[in-house]
């Protein structure tokens, strides 16, 4: 079975709607984010919430919920934080997971050149391949949904595929012609 991750900067809208999106289709999927802590916006633009990775999606729901409900309703912060808490406990951080992936989902172009570092600075000692993808989403809500189906839709088809390293060429392009995301890809080693 193909072991996929979707990676954003906090593992909060973007990777955790990939997340929702593959697993309610069945798919073997982890998702993490690579910032230094979780950012989260806040009452103002210079007062951002901020957490530590593995910090309780269900206790940062419950949190904003107690600061201002009505802010956090509204922004859609506590409907996303819902749908996080439905899917794992916490946010993880990617950096500090050792598991490895056959397909690697970034969901912005910083967060790929981070990935790919990080990987890189592993040394590449199992001398196994992880194909890494970006598709570049906007962070907001409309956007992450859409970006989850551009994910959906690349994780169908490399499944199907019979050969990936003949065919990821010709998947990239497909769905780069199908859908709006600009898309990324390389090959790194564990």
């Known amino acids: 079975m193909v072991k ?11 990777s955790m709607e990939g997340h929702h999106q593959l697993k309610l289709h069945g798919y073997n999927i982890c998702s993490y984010g690579t910032g230094s802590q979780v950012r989260l916006p806040g009452p103002s633009q210079n007062q951002p919430n901020v957490y530590e990775f593995g910090t309780p999606y269900n206790r940062i729901f419950n949190d904003l919920k107690l600061q201002d409900q009505n802010l956090y309703t509204r922004n859609g912060l506590l409907l996303m934080l819902d749908r996080n808490r439905k899917v794992k406990e916490a946010p993880q951080r990617f950096q500090l997971e050792r598991d490895s992936y056959d397909i ?7 967060v790929f050149d981070s990935v790919n570092e990080e990987i890189f600075s592993r ?3 199992l001398s196994r391949p992880v194909h890494v993808i970006n598709i570049e989403i906007k962070d907001n809500h409309d956007e992450a949904v859409k970006g989850g189906k551009t994910i959906l839709e690349l994780a169908r088809l490399i499944v199907e595929s019979d050969d990936l390293e003949r065919d990821m060429d010709g998947i990239i392009e497909d769905v780069q012609n199908r859908f709006p995301h600009k898309l990324l890809y390389t090959v790194a080693f564990y």
């Open 4 to 14: 996929f991750a979707v990676i954003c900067a906090s593992n909060m809208n973007r």
């Open 104 to 110: 690697i989902f970034t969901c912005e172009e910083k």
């Open 123 to 125: 040394g590449g000692i």
